[in-house]
């Protein structure tokens, strides 16, 4: 019996390169999904490409788009099949350097028998995160960089299952991950299993919300977006012990002071940050007191001397 395949919406927006990585950003807030912007050389115009299922409201993610940007885009959708689908995935998705020692490749392209990476095979599937957006990649270098002193980790928003299975291939154990999108429940079990790693990660379907334990680890990955990252910040500080780390990113540079001043006033300390070009992020530990540290201003004043009458 012929199978037919599941139909989909390309939609598309046609932007000025300057603006592109800014309706990517609100298209992945609207729709939950990982959207590809597709540039050609001295063209100044970016295409911003999401797929949707067929009963998406896209009348209503045209007006949201006009609402929040004054200029007039250019939208476009089209009808295409699953395998279609699929395809398009493989026009801009291709072999790249995460870390220093990782590198992904597309499950389409094959593994060099002998590489001097860690290969890592993903299928982003209808799941967001390919590790190609700068801040999934700052966070892959964090996770990386403290492979020798975290061993637990706690990947909230997995999507794909990209950063857990990077901390699964850097020796880390004991991971445990937690989204609310089935769609990419499915598709991180699989990118698991092709990479060997499903016996390592445990995924849960939670939001950070309903996610209830008491267990604290050694490593929090947060790739959230900005107003996630100030509503549950206690919460993602209560899953630290004293020795861990929390590296929170997605965030818009307009907003890293805000979010920077927040954290820090939560007794957090700040080892290390990257600031994009759009976009920045954060590596915090613990104080030493676990307090909230304030500057004593009389520190900054020059002692007076002593002047005998």
Not at 111 to 116: D, F, H, P, Q, V
Not at 175 to 196: G, Q, S, V
Request: charged share 30%; hydrophobic share 35%.
């Amino acid at each position: 019996m012929a199978t037919t395949d599941n139909t989909y919406i390309a939609f598309t927006v046609f932007v000025p390169v300057t603006h592109s990585q800014d309706v990517a950003e609100v298209l992945r807030t609207l729709t939950n999904t990982e959207p590809a912007i597709v540039s050609k050389p001295g063209l100044k115009v970016d295409k911003v490409i999401t797929y949707l299922p067929l009963d998406a409201d896209i009348e209503s993610l045209r007006l949201s788009l006009k609402d929040l940007f004054p200029s007039s885009y250019r939208m476009q959708t089209k009808t295409i099949e699953e395998r279609d689908w699929r395809d398009k995935w493989k026009e801009h998705f291709h072999p790249f350097k995460i870390t220093k020692h990782i590198k992904i490749v597309p499950s389409w392209h094959v593994a060099k028998k002998r590489s001097r990476f860690i290969e890592i095979t993903l299928d982003p599937g209808y799941a967001f995160g390919t590790g190609l957006h700068e801040t999934t990649q700052f966070v892959a270098r964090m996770i990386e960089r403290k492979r020798r002193r975290a061993h637990t980790l706690l990947d909230i928003g997995f999507g794909s299952g990209i950063l857990s299975i990077v901390a699964a291939k850097l020796d880390y154990r004991d991971i445990c991950a937690i989204d609310n999108d089935e769609n990419a429940i499915t598709a991180a079990m699989e990118n698991a299993k092709k990479n060997f790693v499903h016996d390592i990660i445990t995924f849960t379907s939670a939001d950070l919300g309903s996610f209830s334990t008491n267990k604290q680890y050694d490593f929090i990955a947060a790739n959230l977006d900005t107003t996630t990252l100030f509503n549950f910040s206690l919460l993602l500080i209560k899953k630290m012990h004293k020795r861990s780390y929390l590296c929170i990113s997605g965030i818009t540079l307009e907003n890293r002071k805000a979010v920077h001043n927040h954290y820090k006033k939560q007794g957090l300390r700040c080892i290390k940050k990257y600031i994009g070009k759009e976009w920045c992020g954060f590596l915090y530990k613990k104080k030493k007191n676990g307090k909230i540290s304030r500057l004593n201003p009389l520190k900054r004043r020059k002692k007076r001397r002593s002047v005998v009458h």
